[in-house]
């Protein structure tokens, strides 16, 4: 028969505690946690941009990806008016759009 848990022990009331913070991170899964390719992730290292040292032959990045991605610039939605505008620089870029009108509208 199972042993029973006793829901009045010490151990049971107390929180675990958390363990140890994830350090390092090899490319691939650090692409992976941040939503980057690989490639990209290569080029990150190339420039500089994340902290990286080499064990033998394993590189490990020391940049956690939250701290990346907290680092980059947020980015807002456009406004409608920004949308019409950019919508009309494409609609001349077109080839021939300003030589035809627009289509008639669609029947209800």
Do not use: C
Not at 4 to 9: I, T, Y
Not at 19 to 41: E, F, K, Y
Not at 53 to 59: E, L, P, Q, W
Request: charge should be positive.
């Amino acid at each position: 028969m199972p042993k029973r848990v006793d829901p009045n022990a010490k151990w049971h009331k107390e929180p675990i505690p958390p363990g140890p913070a994830q350090a390092g991170w090899r490319p691939r899964q650090w692409a992976a946690d941040t939503g980057v390719s690989l490639s990209i992730t290569n080029q990150l290292l190339k420039a500089g941009v994340l902290e990286f040292v080499k064990v033998g032959s394993a590189t490990i990045i020391k940049t956690s990806p939250k701290e990346y991605l907290d680092g980059l610039p947020s980015k807002r939605g456009f406004t409608a008016e920004e949308t019409a505008a950019a919508t009309a620089r494409a609609r001349t870029r077109r080839r021939g759009s300003e030589d035809q009108p627009d289509p008639p509208p669609l029947a209800a």
